[in-house]
């Protein structure tokens, strides 16, 4: 992955952490929360080889670390991501025929962000940090694998076309 | 999907790993790097949260609205019920109102102390993305909201200031599980500590072995040293369930709160305390009081006074 694409894809994540703060977090979903940022990364990187995913891994958790209502330490989710980033990329091949199609691809980048999630959970465990009653958090995971399964694909295609006009101006310059 | 990478890919891996881990590391020892790009980005997102909520605040709680709509028939029901019955109690209580004044003397309550306070709009709610529970508010530095201050809505405690910009600031709400407050009930004036649990329902957990909670108490915050970060008296919540399992050596209870924090959209950040806080009115110094006994006027009686003897010339003017 090029410079110039880790900076696109950083403004891209950048873009996406901006309207998740000031927008989705505004809104009161039933159950719980949708984190369209999460879903957005998972989507990213199934799109990128081992190193590009890897990158934007850690780049997406950096970007994450940075939300002000956050309470865990700065770096927490920069280790989740890019192990999840990692996880995706390793395993790519069998993920390939799970993705092809929109239900997959809507339960893959679901499962995605609660797998990131709970991993989050369980490092903050590990660091000291109180993260409040299981069933609280299970619902949290809960609510979050509902709206992203019902969001993530009709973000794929919005992210694909993105990607190739990135990749077209990398090639250009 | 473009796919490759190797021993490349796993080399990049570990020193991302460990960038995260020294990052993760300086934190936790209180290295102020990562304090101050948080704060610019709360800086950076302040304004735009604001605009939004503007823009979007009808359309904010349309799910929340539309989901309570049958539960909201029935609340405006039993409110009119309610309304009808509590209107005859004002009668009542006008009675009452008297020895209630002179209640209020020795209860600090919220509110009374004299607290100087700024009002201030919730312009954004914590990210879906963290399990922490925060509020975002529209007054900041210049308005004199401070670090470590207490937020109060109208029906009592929301949380306690937790970074400020200058002109937004980030509210940690009492439903925050890192969150723990020092309470005290009304009833037996027990002590206990308060914590949050993530969702609506918060822990108490008794200080004292042999005080003991019942449902439906009431509870205050205690207030902390130099009124920071709680002051005293803000009404927190009320007691719905207790715990009677004897695992641990005091009493457990769930509370709910007065405050609805899902729904809270405008908040008091408590700036400054007066200079006598009201703890220290409950047990006033003695001073010197004045006393005023009013004495009934005794009824006049016949006496035999010579004054009022009938004399016989003034018989005899009565027998003319």
Not at chain 1, 46 to 59: K, M, Q, S
Not at chain 2, 300 to 318: G, Q, R
Request: zero cysteines; a positive charge; hydrophobic letters at 45%.
């Amino acid at each position: 992955m090029s410079p110039i694409r880790i900076a696109l894809n950083a403004s891209l994540l950048f873009i996406a952490f901006i309207i998740q703060e000031g927008v989705i977090s505004r809104i009161h979903l039933p159950i719980t929360g949708f984190s369209l940022y999460l879903a957005i990364i998972v989507s990213m990187v199934l799109l990128e080889n081992r190193t590009g995913a890897v990158i934007l891994g850690f780049v997406g958790g950096i970007i994450l670390d940075l939300s002000p209502s956050s309470q865990s330490p700065f770096g927490q989710w920069a280790l989740v991501l890019t192990l999840v980033a990692y996880l995706i990329a390793v395993n790519s091949e069998s993920i390939d025929e799970i993705v092809s199609r929109p239900v997959g691809l809507g339960l893959f980048v679901a499962a995605g962000t609660a797998l990131s999630l709970a991993l989050y959970l369980i490092l903050g465990s590990l660091l000291g940090e109180s993260n409040g009653s299981f069933g609280r958090d299970a619902i949290v995971i809960a609510g979050n694998f509902f709206w992203t399964m019902l969001f993530a694909p009709f973000l794929m295609p919005i992210l694909i076309v993105i990607r190739d006009v990135t990749v077209g101006a990398r090639e250009r310059i | 999907m473009a796919r490759g990478g190797g021993n490349r890919s796993r080399l990049l891996l570990v020193i991302l790993l460990v960038t995260s881990l020294f990052f993760i590391t300086l934190d936790l020892r209180g290295v102020s790097v990562t304090k101050g790009s948080r704060s610019v980005t709360q800086s950076f997102l302040a304004p735009i949260q604001k605009g939004v909520s503007d823009l979007f605040s009808p359309v904010g709680r349309f799910f929340s609205d539309v989901k309570n709509f049958p539960s909201e028939k029935n609340k405006v029901a039993a409110l009119a019920s309610a309304n009808a019955r509590l209107k005859t109690q004002v009668l009542v209580n006008k009675d009452i109102q008297g020895q209630l004044n002179q209640l209020k003397g020795v209860l600090d309550l919220a509110g009374r102390g004299g607290y100087r306070v700024v009002a201030a709009r919730v312009i954004g709610h914590g990210s879906s993305s963290t399990f922490s529970q925060t509020l975002t508010i529209d007054a900041g530095s210049a308005d004199g909201v401070r670090v470590d201050k207490t937020v109060i809505s109208e029906h009592g405690l929301v949380g306690v200031v937790k970074s400020v910009d200058a002109h937004s600031a980030i509210v940690l709400l009492m439903s925050d599980p890192a969150f723990k407050v020092g309470v005290r009930i009304a009833r037996s004036q027990s002590i206990g500590v308060l914590s949050g649990t993530g969702g609506n329902s918060f822990a108490l957990q008794l200080l004292d072995p042999a005080g003991n909670i019942v449902v439906g108490d009431t509870l205050f915050s205690n207030g902390s040293d130099s009124n920071t970060p709680f002051i005293p008296g803000v009404p927190v919540g009320v007691v719905t369930s207790v715990d009677h399992s004897s695992s641990t050596l005091t009493q457990t209870a769930s509370v709910k709160s007065y405050s609805d924090l899902n729904n809270v959209g405008v908040v008091s950040v408590v700036i400054s305390a007066p200079a006598t806080a009201p703890k220290t009115m409950i047990n006033p110094s003695p001073r010197a009081t004045v006393i005023v006994y009013v004495t009934p006027t005794p009824t006049p009686t016949p006496t035999d006074s010579p004054s009022a003897t009938p004399t016989p010339s003034a018989s005899k003017k009565a027998t003319k």
